[in-house]
């Protein structure tokens, strides 16, 4: 399974492409985290996403609503049964929001990485330097 994540201040684009053999259909989902892994809203329900086997999707998109300022990392998820099978497939897609002043724009991993303090370490508590 493979998607494919396009994302802008208002909406995440996607595709799905079914690998397997099979028809699936997918369930898809929005997570957008703060730089702590917390949910900055609730988890966003997209559409059920059916897939034939050996092909993609066409575009489906899940809104996104006004996000508060900060740096956000927009997660997609889209998970699927396998008929006559207790196994689900899936595949997820991350991209990354920076919001400041209401405006919001659609920053690099790396950008993320050196501008949100998500990677600073702190040391665990009872610990000394």
């Excluded at 609503?65 to 699927?80: K, R, S």
Aim: negative net charge.
């Amino acid at each position: 399974m493979a998607l494919g994540l396009l994302l802008s201040a208002d909406r995440a684009v996607a595709t799905i492409t079914n690998n397997g053999r099979v028809d699936l259909l997918f369930r898809s989902k929005v997570q957008i985290l703060d730089v702590s892994g917390n949910d900055v809203v609730p988890p966003i329900e997209g559409p059920d996403v059916p897939v034939a086997a050996g092909a993609t999707s066409p575009q489906f998109t899940i809104g996104i609503p006004p996000l508060p300022d900060g740096y956000h990392e927009v997660l997609l998820t889209a998970e699927a049964a396998i008929p006559g099978s207790d196994q689900q497939v899936g595949a997820s897609g991350a991209d990354y929001l920076k919001v400041q002043g209401g405006a919001t724009t659609v920053i690099t991993n790396a950008e993320w990485y050196h501008q949100s303090g998500a990677n600073v370490a702190t040391p665990a508590s009872g610990q000394h330097e």
